[in-house]
Structure formats: C-alpha cells, structure tokens
C-alpha cells in the first residue's frame, strides 16, 4: 500500500462513514479493481464475509466478562460487599476469604460463557472457511476460495445444492428461463423451493456469463433484517434503471436447487447478510413469577437494613453501656466514639448477614430451569411420531407461566385444525357440485389412515437419544443428506393421498365434457384453479434423492408390499413428493360414475380406477406417457393452493409447468395451453386475495383470474361474466353466496374465483404504472398494493369453492380439558364468522346449550350501544338467580370489524368486562395486528397471564404478545415457531403441556423460591441472634468456611433437585382432573401469605436453633467454635428435615441427594477440622467436630432442637391434612390408590361434580360428510344483513346445535 | 446449514452438537427415550402427612423423649456444684481494697481470701473453675487478636506477627509474644484452697495443673518455637505482652514444662469463651483413692491474689467447683427440654387421635368430595 496523507486518510473514513450511513448503497464490481491496494478498492468500506459471532476475545475475555456479569445487580451487591470488607474498620471476615462465594459463582459463570463462545468461535472458523467460486480477473474464471474472501462487489457462482456464501443479487442461472430455485428452510424452514429470478436484461443470458463487462452500478438499500423485502436497481452504464425486488436476491444460507449453477453479485456480506441481521439473540422473557420474586429480594433488603439497623443500634448502647475501656476491647488507632463505631458497625452487619439476600438462588433457579426444560423436552407424550418433533423449548426461563395461564388464544387455521387442505365441494356459476363421493373416499380414509399409524408404531424403537437439552428441530450440519431429514422434519402439505385425490363430481364431469371447448364457466373456473396461484411443479430430477431415501427404509419383499410400504412410509413420514406417490391401496368404493367417465377422466385417475378394476385402462388419445404425470409435484406456499390443483387435475385441468413468464396447463383434451403470465398480484393479508394476469394462447386476450376471500372478491364484483348470462349475473352472485354461506355452516374454508378481461388500453396504462411501482424504492410496497387493486375490480364471479380442513386429533378433549381447568379460550381467526362457529362447535368451544351472542357492527355509535346492551343483558343473565346452577354460558362470537372498534380505547374496558364474562370468545376476520392488540388488550386489562398458541406467519405477532407464546410447527413454515416460547407439533400437547408441565414446573419453582427465602433466613438468623451475646460486634460463631460451604455444598443440592423433580400428583391425575390446574392460577402458590409465613417460619426456627444450644450450653466453659458447631449441624438438619417435610415424593434421587448432602456436611467438616491446625486463623477449627461428635451432649442438642423446631410446620401439614380438604388433598389421596381404581374414582367424582364431561360421547369430528348436511338449520346468519345494511345486528340466541349424523 | 441459525442457536445457550449432531440426527430418530427417570415415573413413595399417618410418631417421640429427660434432669442434679463471688464489688467483700486499687500496671500484688464452707462432701474429681461474666471475649475484634501460627512455633511469626494482633503486636520495636489482645488480657488471679479442719489448721487442698487443657491444643495446635529446651533463648528478642508480669517463659516457675506457648493457663484463655458470661478451668482436684471424698464437706478457705481488674467492665469474677458427668457441669435445662417436647408430642398425639377418629375416615376411605 503505497503511503497516503492523513488528510486523506480522514477524508476516505468519513467517505466510509458516509457511504455506511446514506440510505441508498451504490455498489460497483471489484474486478476492475482487482489487485489494487486497498485504499483504491470501491467497496472497501462494506464488512467482508468472514463472520465473528464470538462475544469476547481470547485477551479481553476476563474483563468483558467481568464487565457483562456485573450487569446482573445482585453480582454487584456481592462484589461490593466483598470489597467493602477489604476496609479494615468494618470487615467481618477476613477480606480474602469473603471473595470466595462470589468468585464461586462468577467463575462458574464465566466457565459457561467461554465455553458457549468457544462454540461459536468453532462455528464461526467453519463457516468462514467454507469453500466457495469467486471470479477472478487474473484466471478470468470462477476460483475455488473461502466464504471469508466474499467481498462486497465479487462475482459468486454457486453451483446446485450448496449453501449461498452471502446475499447474492442474482445475475445469471444456468436455466435458459433465467430462473433459479432456493430452498430457505435453513431459514425460516419452509421448505418448499422458492423461485429467484435474474435481474432482467443486464446481463444478457448467454450460456456464460462474463462478469467483467459488467459495468452497471447496483443501488440497494441498507442492510436490512426484512427476510421477504429488498430493494435495490442496477444503473447500467447508459443510465438505464432495472429495478429488483427480494425475487433476484440469492439469500446466505439458502441452499440453490433445480439449477446447476447461478451467477450473483455480492450486495451483502458477513454481519450485514439478512440471515446474519435476522440472528439477534435469545429473547429475555421475565415470568410472573420472576416479577413477584424480586419484589420479595427487595423484601428481603429491607429485612436486611432492619437487622443491621438493629445490630448497630445495639453496638451503640452495648458500647455506652461499658464504664470504662474493657481489656476485651481493642483501642484502635484514633479518637473514637460510640456512634462512629456504631456506624462502621452497621456496615459490617451487613457483610455479614449477606447471605440473607440469596446469593445462589438466582443461579439456582437457572439450574432448575434447565431441568425442567429438560423433563418438558424429553416427554415422550410431547412427541410427534409423525414429524419426528419432540417439544421445543426456546425460552428457558418461562417454564412456571405454563402453570399459571388463564386465557389461552388460539388461531384456528394449523392450530385448531390440522391444515391439510381437501377439496370438498365447488359452486360454478351458480351451480352446486357436492362431490359426495369424494366426501365418501374421505370418510374412508379415515379408517386406513389409523391403520396405517398402527402399523407405524410397531416399526423397531429407534436407538435411544442422547442426553442433550436442545430439542431443536432445525438441524445442523452441512451434510447433503441432511436435507432429507429434515424435509422429513418439517411435514410439508401434501403428503397423503388423501389431499391429492380428489374423485370429480359426476354431474360436473358431465358438465364440461359437454361445455363447448372454447369457454364457458367451467372452462374458465378449472382453469383459474389450476393457474390463478404460486404453485410450483417439481420435476422428478429433484425428487431422485428423496426417492432412493425412502426406499431404502422400506425394503421391498413382494410388487404389492412395496406399494403399500411406500404408500405407508408417505403418509407416516409425511415427505413432500406425495404426488410423486404412486397410488392408493385400493379403492374401497367401485365408483360407477366414475367409470363411465373413463373415456373423459383425466391422466390422474385412470390408473387408480384401473387398479380398482384390475383393468389397464389407458386413453389411447393421451400424448406423453403417464409416468410423466404421475411424477408431477406441487410444492405451494399454502396449502389451500396445492388444493385447488389437485383439485383441477382430477378435473383435468393439470398445471404442468410454472416459469415465471409462462403457464403450461394441460387441458381435458389432451392438449397443452401455455399462457403467458403478464403479471402476479400476489397475496396479501389486507387484500385477502391473489390475482394472476395471463395472455390466452388462443384468444389472446389478457385475463384477470383472482382467487380470494369470499367478502374480498363479492365487493369487486362487476360487469356481467357474459352477454346471454347478463340477466343471470345477480343471481349468480346470489346463489354463490348462498352456497359459500352453506360451506361455511359445514366449516369448509371458501374462496371465491372471479375473472376479468384487461383489455389493451387498460392493461397499457396499468403496466406502465405497475413498472413504475416495482423499480421504486420509496413506498414500494405501497404502490405495488394500489397497482393491485387498481386492476382488481370489476371482477366476474366464477364459482367458488369448499375446502375442508380437518380439526386435529383430540382438539375437542383438550378443549374441554383447558376450560375445565379454568382456562378461557379464545380463537381468533380470519374466517368468516360461520366457519368460525362451526368449528367452535366442533371443537367444543361453544356447547349445543350455550348461549351465543354474535356481535357485528359497523360503526362505532352502533358498536358502543350494541356493547352496553350486551354487557346489560349479560349481566342480568348472570345475576338471575334461575341461572345459577344451570349450565348455560355464554359465548362471544365478535367480527374483526366489531372488534377493532370495541378495542378503541374508551371502549376496551366494556369489551373486556363482556369478555370476562363470556365462557369462550370466537373473534373472526381478525387481522394479525388485530391479534396482537386482542391479546395485549386482555393482559393489561385483566391483569392475567395469557398464552397464544399459532403456526403461521399471521400469528407471530399475537404470540410475542402473550406472556406465553407458543408455535405450532405445522404446515405453514416456521415463523411461528421461531417467534415462540414453546414449540410444539400437535395442538392436543398443550394439554399435558399446561395441565402437567405446566401445574408441576410452577409448583416446583414457587416452592423451591419460598423455600430459598426460608434458607437463608433461617441461617442467617442464627448469626444475628449471637450478636445479642457478643457486644453487637458483628462475630461469626461458625467457621467461615463452613458457613461457605454450608450454603454452596451441603444445602444447595437439595432445592435444586427438589425444584426439578418435586412430584405434588402423578400425570394421570393431573390429565384426569383438570380443576387441579386452578391452584397455579392468579396468586397460585408463591403469594405475599406463604412468602411471608416462611420467612416467620424461619425466624422462629432460627430461635429455636440458637436458643436450645445457648441454653443448654450457658456459663460452661464452651468456646466459640466449638459453640458454632451444634448450631450448624442443628440447622443443616432443621433445613433439610424441612424441605423432606415439603417434598411430596420420595425417589431414589432425593434418598441419595438428601442422605448424601448430610453426609457431605460430616465428612467435609470432620476432614477440614482434622487437617486444618493454624489455616484458618481466627476460628481454630482443629479438632473441634471431632471432640463434638465424641460428646453425647452433642447428639442430644441436635436431636430436640430439630425437634422443636420442625414441630410447629409439622403439626401445621398434618392438621390442613387432615381437617381441611382441598382439591389437591383429595387428588392426592386418590393418587396413592391403584391405577385402575384411581381412573374408577376420578370418573365418579367428576360425574359428582356435574362436570360429567368423561363419559360423554364425542362429536363426530370432522361432522360425517355421508350426508347432505342441510343447510337451513342454522339460524339466519347475521352477517347475511350485514352484507346489505350498514346497520349493526345483534342476536342473542340459544339453540341446539343439529346434530351432524 | 447455514449460518444464522445455527448461530442463533448458540445464542440461545444450547447447542446442536454442529455437523455431527446433523448426521446422527438423519438416522436417528428424536424420540425422548422412554425411560422412567426421563418420563419422570421413577417409583416414588408419597408419603401424605395425616393425623392417621403421623400419630404413631408422635407418640414414639413422646415415649423415647420422656425418659431421655428424667435420665437428663437427674443426672444433672447429680452433679454437685459450689459457686463463689469474690469480685469485690461490694464493700463487705474481703477484696473490696484489692479490687479498688487495681489496675492492670499496678506493681504490687494484692491478696484475699474468702471463707466459705462446702455442706456437702465432693465426691468425685471436682474441677475448679474461675469465672467471668460480662467480658465479652467474643468480640468480633478481640477473637481476631491473635497469631495462630505464632502460637504454633513458628520462628518466623515470633518474630514477625500477623497484623491482627494490632495494637498489641510490637512492643518498643519488639515483636510481643504472645502478641495480640487475648494474650494480652490473659486471666492472671492465683487461686488457693485450704481445707480449714475442725482445729483450725489450713490445710492446703492438692491441685493439679496439667491436663486442663484440650489434649490437640497441648500438642498440636500450641508449641514452643525453636527445637532448645533453653525457653529464654527460644524467645530472645521478643518482649512480653504489655499487661503481664513475666514473660511467657516465666509463666510457671514450679514446672519448667508448663511454660512457654504451652502453659495450660495461656492454653485455656487463648480458647475463646462463646457468651460473656463464661467459666475457665482452672485446676483439677484429683480424686483420692478409696471412699474419702475429693472435697470433703466442711470450712474452706480460698485464698487469691488478685491481679486482675474486672470493674473497668462491670464484671464478676467467681470461683467455681463442680464434679461432672459424661454430660458435662451441671444444667438442668437440656432434661426439662426433653420432658416438656415428650410430654407435648404426647399430647399432640392423643389430640391428632381424636381428630384422626372424627376427620379420618375420610381420607382413609378416598371419599368422593362433594
């Protein structure tokens, strides 16, 4: 580097500066550059890619330590204590020695950090040293070099199936569409490939690219941690401007697939990569409990400032008190008075009653933490079989809310029900096609399917796991293989056949093979099925690996077995390629209807009906070979989507192919239409709807189909879809939502299908402006939303659909179980409010007897009057006296609408107070931010710990909301997961999650915090009570040693041990009677009453503890140390004699620990004072155990004192145990009986208790699709008005649920 | 893999187990081993405290305690004790002068003595005590006021002191020694006994001086410095603590042995008391061979030279015989703890008796509650 002025030099770092700070980074090529100093590099101000996530550095790695741990206030109380007994006036123990305790702890501390960022270093080495191709000017070609070398500015290829180096803007691909595909499951972990395309036209795709004739300028934005949002353009040398979106960034850590290579400039590297910007650290959740126990460490301060107050004041008489200078008291060097001495007094009291505040109960509740989270983890009935998914615990400190939560919220979609989406009904211009036997296939597979599970857990025990806390399921590693695995992992939609056979509807069928070839609705309507989405088809090339995988871990014996085995190992292991699946087992229901049609079916059903026949029937008419199709995947971001293809190729409307410019679609005929895709509006949460713009290979007229939201799509509706159906429009419309409200009773999802023609002038206009909104940088999002809309009206209505989605196992029991242990559950949802109530009704959130009220307004004089009626009658309701012990409650169902404005601030309070009262709330058409603001309303509000439970991307913000978030790791990507608290794979876990993990992690940890309290005042106690014997002058009559090993050796095992493994009721209790979950609730165990009758606890023991010894050894000949040692032995066993009288039940583990700390006490205190002659100067330890334990007197002091002193807790337990009886007692002595007599017991207490919920049979769920279920039965939905009035509607009704069978 | 989850992970404090974890991980399943202790079903007893459970104890405690406290109480009444003031605070006390005129640089030794008549004979070996009440030798500051490892022998400390014994370390540039506070205060009042017999004579009682000390402290933990019998050359160059009379190795002139760091009266002192009203043992009067008792009742004369000030604190020193039992001098108060707990276990169990007749059946039956 050649030499440069200062001047210079100041002028680049502020350039530098500069260049960081501005919004908008221009970027040029390094090549130009390359082998230039590094003054004269452009981008030389931007990180490189080498990462370092360590914390600290070898040499600074004690004082950054240090530094980071004293930023915990009770390390601070410690150090400074133990400095302050370095100042000679006030110290209690020798200074060196005091240092101990804290340095214990910190060192272990310490330990811990560096072994975490020795860790990271480890990874971070790996990383940095991946191999990668960067272009190089001298070998004008790519060169292998490592991720550390990527510059800001470099040309990277990467080749298939390896990991991308840095945030790569995508140039070129070796696809001849220019298309590259990514998988960002290492991400976000979803794991459908998604499509990146190459910035257009700068670099002309020619089979190589050369990057040294690029010459553009790329100008991005700042860095940014936004995963699904980039901006940027590239200037080309003659000023032209490209616009690229998030579609042409290749993302660090996302692995290329499909393409064999791709070619992209560095925009980001290292720290400023999105992935690197998205990895902030474990969140710090504080628990309620936490929250209560530091108010009661502040209690414990004042305690502490109380006794020293005292000690000082006492020094002060005792010292007025002496006529004249003692020879006991020692002058020391300058004038002094009394209150002087007094007031160094205070100071030393405090170093010595220190340990009042617990020094090792924040670490020790780390600790219990840490196994409690190991318990949840490993609890095998929080085990996915399916996913291969333990529990997931991603905040460690929040494992005691799970006990105390009294408002769950739950999203419906993923959550509630298993979001695998099933075509089950369509309307098309009006028209309703009940596909019943595909509703009869359905009910049928049900069947198979618990076979099948059957089958699956006779497969031999996998080998044990090893002991290791991280549940993780993102795995880790770089091995290819891996993938496979974790495809396995992360279930993705489409896995069984049961969503990808769909069996048409004959009449349907009928319908289009007799539609003229050139139009008409069904046409139209299959073919925005199959186009109007993002789905991608896969070729099998990519599906080879995952192929030969699953095929190895089914071994083939006989043709049959193997179809069967691959079609078990489909549904069991949930793979992606389902549709690359072969084909059912049999078909249970020769469908005639289908038969007949066997000359117009599509390429997809011909072999199963074939099968079915035992006949190989092929369409001599069909072009390429079947297997083709057959080898078809669809890989949808939503698995609505995936749906709606499937659905649309056993119609044979197949999508054979998606670029980004073009919609291969294979027709009934035989033939392929290729449509040009013009543009895609994609799908956004405020729209509710998707719009795919496409030229029509024949008619070449630009189309318009749009899917979306029933409510979304009616409001657009426009001109008629034809000229002879001009009088039919309405009715259609009419009729259309007619049906879509008949699906909604039957709790199918609905999508309404619209169409529109763009004619020329339009679309010219409309795409100019839309070019304009995309190569915008400003307000981007913005303007793309309004070019949407703007071409997303006057839309023709085609159909709709009905889409099932099927409740989850067991929902209805966990249901009942979370409300019976007075949990109310809310589900917010964003479907409409009769899809909503239906499946409220199927999950037994709203019983048949319940009383509704459905609350829809729209504004906000109507939403106030409607609130206060409501509130009114509600309350009159629950004050009647008839009402009392009936079971009718009430239930909420509140529209989105409804609910934003009843979440406004003046109204918050009434809505909250009508909520409080309802027995469970349904809110539909919520928003996501409409969560969220539910769940913050209801915290603050009612002061309560609330728990949000989602899968999807929609319900992170409700889960970061909520005390306690949870993710479901479902169909729907990771988002929700990686937000949460917990993680779990099924909606049914939360059950034993909250009833038993979550009743058994609080007990444990209130009591282990109260019983800390108790410990160390009690001990601590024992010191101050000797001050009253010895001139207030701060002596310590134990040796100080012990009194460190007392607290961090013989007495801490215990608790921790006790915090983990304490068992108050065996599961099956808990599950079996959810009421026992109320004792967490509210205050539940740890409250200002037990907190304080502990610490009164301790001060009486800790007289006891000093007082028998100092009677029984007064005006003896005793010394100090030798006086101290009963005292300790005393109160080690007063301790631990307490806490067995808290320990509920007695395992193995707590016999070892509770007789081994004991032992410890003796063999370590027999040890030290044998060896320890002149080491410990003041205390003279040597011999003195040993002559105590040769003292019968010693043994006789123990034994009363610890009698006395444990006596009145005693008697306590015993007297509330037998007197009183509690929920918990009964539970507890039910508990003790045998299992089968047990289950006898709770069942007839719980039919005593009129619960009665045991014994009843359950809904059919999902309700039997065998039957029409019909459609008037279900009270006028006040939504219908709602669509024509602007008035608001209320209705309070009670009725009686139909049944479904 | 990719970096930003991993590295997140890491942040999170736990760890995949990086590569190696990937590739186990694709061939083993997640499952939780289904083991008792990881599914927290380990075999547990569940004791639940009732009336009906506990009342057993209760009575047992009551049973084993009652007795324990007879044997207790009268053991301590066996023991016989004889206490005697000579403080002189009060001016009919023969050492009122002696008391009075005392401080601790007087140069001449005052001497009294007390009359006082044993009314029963002692039978056993009677221990002689002095004590002291309101000298708090437990001060925090004052039990720090010593070198451990100067009493130990250590040549270096002898003449170096810790710190501690500040301000009584150096006396005239000299190391004291033994230095320190507690030393300094050593107890320096001679007590004689005399048996006055029916004629009048005095006839002074034997007394044994060794073996009033801890065994381990005599050998183990205090020792003279140097290997030399020769104490004087052993401590050359150290100077005495500032109160005494003599120097260290002067302590006894009759017992050339009892000298130095190892004089058993300095031994005793240097053993801090607990409460600051505390006895010190002083002498042993062995018992004689045959059925004469040690300390046969009738007059007795103490004779003391008084050396040691202790109403600059408001203190009394006494003198004390007692015989002792295996449970030490006497105390009545462990026996009536042992009663009075027996008795109240037995009460409380004849209480949770009734109760256990009037609630239990309940529980014992796993009634169903409604």
């Known amino acids: 580097m050649t030499w440069r002025s200062p001047l210079a030099l100041v002028r680049d770092a502020l350039r530098g500066q500069r260049a960081r700070r501005s919004d908008l980074r221009s970027l040029e090529s390094n090549l130009p550059y390359e082998g230039l100093g590094k003054a004269r590099q452009p981008n030389r101000h931007f990180p490189g890619n080498a ?113 991308i180096p840095a945030d790569l803007l995508l140039l070129h691909t070796s696809d001849p569409d220019c298309v590259c595909h990514i998988e960002t499951a290492n991400l976000d972990g979803e794991t459908n490939l998604k499509q990146r395309r190459a910035v257009p036209h700068v670099c002309i795709s020619d089979p190589e690219l050369d990057p040294e004739s690029f010459g553009s300028v790329v100008v991005c934005e700042k860095p940014n941690n936004n995963l699904n949002h980039f901006k940027c353009y590239v200037e080309k040398p003659n000023k032209e401007r490209v616009g690229a979106g998030i579609e042409s960034l290749l993302l660090r850590g996302c692995t290329v697939r499909n393409t064999d290579h791709a070619v992209g400039f560095v925009v980001y590297a290292g720290h400023e990569t999105k992935s690197m910007l998205n990895n902030n650290g474990a969140r710090y959740k504080r628990s309620k409990l936490e929250r209560k126990l530091n108010t009661d460490v502040i209690f414990c301060v004042i305690l502490l400032v109380a006794m020293c107050l005292v000690g000082a004041v006492g020094h002060y008489l005792w010292l007025l008190s002496l006529p004249a200078a003692p020879p006991y008291l020692i002058p020391q060097g300058g004038p002094e008075s009394p209150s002087l001495t007094s007031f160094y007094m205070f100071f030393t009291m405090i170093i010595l009653l220190q340990i009042l505040i617990p020094i090792s109960l924040y670490i020790s509740i780390e600790l219990v933490k840490i196994g409690q989270v190991f318990f949840i983890t490993n609890d095998i009935d929080l085990y996915d079989e399916e996913t291969d998914n333990r529990m997931q615990c991603k905040a460690l400190n929040i494992t005691e809310d799970l006990g105390q939560i009294e408002y769950i919220f739950s999203d419906k979609t993923g959550t509630l029900t298993e979001n695998k989406m099933v075509f089950r009904r369509c309307s098309i211009g009006g028209n309703e096609y009940p596909h019943q036997e595909n509703a009869i296939r359905l009910a049928v597979f049900d069947e198979e399917e618990s076979e099948e599970e059957v089958i699956f857990n006779q497969r031999t025990p996998p080998p044990p796991a090893g002991w290791s806390l991280d549940a993780e399921e993102t795995s880790s590693g770089y091995a290819q293989h891996q993938r496979c695995s974790k495809r396995q992992g992360s279930g993705a939609a489409f896995s069984s056949p049961l969503e990808t056979e769909v069996i048409p509807d004959r009449k349907l069928l009928q319908q289009i093979s007799g539609a003229p070839s050139g139009g008409g609705p069904y046409l139209d309507f299959f073919l925005a099925l199959a186009i109007c989405n993002t789905v991608m088809v896969s070729m099998a090339t990519t599906q080879r690996q995952r192929v030969r995988r699953l095929s190895q871990a089914c071994p083939t014996k006989s043709p049959l077995d193997s179809l069967s085995n691959l079609l078990k190992g489909a549904g069991s292991i949930k793979n992606v390629f389902t549709s690359c699946r072969h084909k059912p087992k049999r078909r249970t229901h020769p469908d005639n209807a289908v038969i007949e049609e066997v000359q117009f079916s599509p390429h997809a059903n011909t072999e199963e009906i074939g099968n079915t026949k035992g006949v190989r029937a092929r369409s001599p008419r ?120 008949s699906y909604a009773k039957d709790g199918l999802r609905t999508l309404c299908i619209a169409k529109k023609v763009v004619s020329d002038s339009v679309y010219a206009s409309w795409s100019a402006n839309r070019q304009r909104a995309l190569a915008a940088i400003d307000d981007r999002d913005k303007l793309i939303m309004d070019t949407a809309m703007q071409l997303e009206t006057n839309l023709t209505l085609l159909g709709a659909t009905g889409i099932e989605d099927r409740l989850q196992d067991s929902v209805p029991d966990t249901v009942v179980a979370l409300r019976e242990a007075g949990i109310q559950v809310w589900v917010l949802t964003g479907d409409k409010p009769e899809t909503a109530v239906n499946i409220g009704y199927a999950c037994r959130l709203l019983e048949e007897e319940d009383l509704v009220i459905n609350m829809s307004c729209r504004n906000k004089v109507t939403c106030t009057s409607i609130l206060d009626c409501t509130l009114e009658e509600v309350r009159r309701y629950s004050s009647d006296p008839r009402n009392v012990d009936t079971t009718q409650a009430i239930s909420l169902v509140i529209d989105g609408h409804t609910l934003t404005t009843a979440l406004s601030p003046d109204l918050q309070d009434r809505f909250v107070d009508l909520a409080r009262r309802c027995r469970s709330v349904l809110c539909c058409r919520v928003t996501p931010l409409e969560k969220s603001r539910v769940v913050k309303v209801v915290k603050e509000k009612l002061g309560v710990t609330t728990l949000a439970v989602g899968d999807g991307a929609n319900d992170v913000n409700m889960i970061q909301a909520a005390d306690v978030g949870i993710g479901i790791s479902g169909q729907e990507g990771m988002q929700a997961v990686m937000a949460s608290d917990f993680a779990i794979s099924r909606f049914k876990h939360l059950k034993k999650l909250l009833l038993v993990h979550g009743h058994w992690c609080y007990t444990r940890l209130a009591n282990t915090i109260i019983y800390f309290f108790y410990k160390n005042v009690a001990y601590v106690n024992l010191l101050f009570w000797y001050q009253f014997y010895c001139g207030f002058s701060g002596t310590a009559m134990i040796d100080y040693w012990l009194m460190i090993f007392f607290n961090l050796f013989f007495t801490s095992t215990p608790p921790i041990m006790f915090g983990i493994m304490d068992k108050d009721l065996s599961a099956e209790m808990l599950l079996g009677v959810p009421e026992l979950y109320k004792t967490g609730q509210g205050e539940g165990v740890y409250n200002f009453t037990t907190f304080w009758v502990s610490v009164l606890d301790a001060f009486y023991q800790s007289l006891v503890c000093f007082f028998v010894p100092y009677l029984t050894y007064q005006d003896s000949d005793i010394d100090i140390f030798t006086f101290g040692t009963p005292l300790n032995t005393v109160s080690l066993f007063t301790i631990l004699l307490h806490l067995s009288i808290e320990i509920k039940s007695w395992t193995l583990v707590h016999w070892l620990i509770m007789v081994g700390s004991v032992a410890l006490y003796f063999i370590v205190t027999l040890i030290y ?20 334990m040769a003292d019968p007197m010693f043994y006789l002091v123990c034994i009363i004192t610890t009698v006395i002193a444990l006596l009145p807790r005693y008697v306590f337990h015993v007297l509330k145990n037998s007197i009183t009886s509690s929920a918990l007692m009964q539970a507890k002595h039910l508990d003790r009986l045998d299992p089968s007599s047990r289950d006898q017991w709770i069942k007839e207490w719980r039919s005593l208790r009129g619960g009665g919920q045991v014994g009843r049979p359950r809904l059919p769920t999902p309700p039997s699709p065998t039957l029409e279920t019909p459609v008037d039965v279900y009270p006028p939905s006040p939504t219908t008005s709602d669509v024509m009035g602007d008035d608001f509607t209320l209705n309070v009704f009670s009725k009686k649920r139909p049944s479904h069978t | 893999m ?66 324990i406290g007879i044997g207790l109480y009268v053991t301590s009444n066996n023991i016989k004790e004889f206490e005697i003031d000579y403080t002189g ?152 603590p500032i109160n005494w009379r003599n120097p260290v190795y002067e302590l006894d002139p009759s017992d050339p042995d009892n000298n130095g760091f190892i004089n058993e009266d300095l031994i005793v002192w240097m053993r801090t008391a607990a409460l600051p009203t505390f006895r010190k043992l002083y002498r042993i009067i062995q018992k004689k061979s045959g059925t004469t008792p040690t300390l046969s009742s009738g007059n007795y004369l103490l004779n003391i030279t008084y050396n040691y000030p202790v109403l600059s604190f408001a203190g009394h020193k006494r003198m004390i015989l007692s015989t002792i039992s295996w449970m030490g001098g006497k105390n009545p108060f462990l026996g009536i703890a042992y009663m009075t707990v027996g008795s109240i276990c037995f009460f409380l169990g004849v209480v949770l008796l009734i109760i256990h007749h009037k609630y239990d059946t309940r529980n014992t039956s796993a009634d169903i509650p409604n």
Not at chain 1, 638 to 648: F, G, I, K, N, T
Not at chain 2, 154 to 166: G, H, R
């Open chain 2, 2 to 67: 990719m970096a930003s989850s991993y590295n997140a992970k890491e942040e999170d404090g736990h760890h995949s187990g990086a590569a190696t974890h990937g590739v186990v991980g694709a061939a083993k399943s997640k499952k939780p081993d289904n083991t008792a202790f990881k599914q927290q079903r380990l075999p547990a007893w569940q004791p639940i405290l009732t009336a009906g459970t506990v009342l057993p104890a209760f009575f047992v405690i009551g049973l084993i305690f009652i007795p």
């Open chain 1, 51 to 163: 990462i370092k996530t360590t914390k600290y550095t070898p040499l600074f790695f004690i004082p950054m330590n240090l530094f980071e741990q004293l930023h915990r206030w009770a390390n601070v109380y410690f150090v400074g204590l133990a400095f302050l007994n370095f100042v000679p006036v006030v110290n209690a123990f020798q200074p060196a020695v005091a240092l101990i305790p804290i340095c214990i702890i910190m060192s272990l501390t310490a330990l811990k950090d560096a072994w975490e960022d020795f860790r990271r270093y480890q990874s971070d080495r790996k990383l940095n040293n991946m191999p990668c191709f960067i272009y190089g000017r001298k070998e004008k070609q790519f060169v292998e070099r490592r991720w550390k070398d990527v510059r800001v500015g470099d040309f990277v290829k990467v080749v298939c199936n390896e990991t």
């Open chain 1, 622 to 741: 069909r072009g390429p070979p079947t297997a083709n199709l057959d080898n078809l995947c669809y890989e949808a971001e939503s698995p609505d989507e995936a749906a709606l293809v499937y659905a649309a190729k056993a119609y044979g409307f197949v999508l054979l192919a998606r670029t980004p410019d073009r919609v291969t679609v294979r027709l009934p005929s035989g033939e392929d239409l290729a449509f040009e895709v013009l543009d895609t509006l994609a799908f956004d949460y405020s729209r509710k709807r998707m719009s795919v713009l496409v030229r029509h290979p024949i008619t070449k007229e630009r189309v318009l189909y749009t899917k979306g939201a029933d409510y979304a799509i009616m409001e657009l509706l426009g001109t008629p879809y034809a000229e002879h159906l001009s009088g039919n429009q309405k009715a259609i419309a009419t009729d259309t939502q007619h049906h879509l409200n």
């Open chain 2, 89 to 240: 605070a009060d001016i009919n006390s023969p050492c009122y002068n002696c008391a009075q005129n005392l401080s601790w640089n007087s140069t001449s030794q005052c001497h009294c003595s007390l009359n006082f008549t044993l009314t029963q004979p002692f039978e056993s070996t009677v221990f002689m005590y002095y004590g002291l009440s309101n000298f708090y030798q437990n001060h925090r500051r004052y039990v720090k006021s010593r070198d451990d490892s100067q009493l130990n022998g250590d040549v270096s400390s002898l003449m170096d002191p810790n710190k501690e014994c500040e301000p009584y370390r150096k006396n005239d540039g000299l190391p004291i020694a033994p230095c320190g506070a507690i030393a300094n205060s050593l107890f320096n009042d001679t007590l004689t006994l005399y048996y006055i017999d029916s004629n009048g004579t005095k006839n002074p009682v034997s007394m044994v001086k060794k073996g009033i000390a801890w065994w381990t402290d005599k050998h183990v933990k205090f020792r003279n410095p140097g290997a030399n019998d020769n104490l004087t050359v052993a401590f050359q160059g150290t100077t005495k």
């Open chain 1, 1169 to 1188: 004072s044998a060896t320890c002659v002149t080491c410990n100067p003041p205390s003279n330890p040597y011999w003195i155990f040993q002559s105590q």
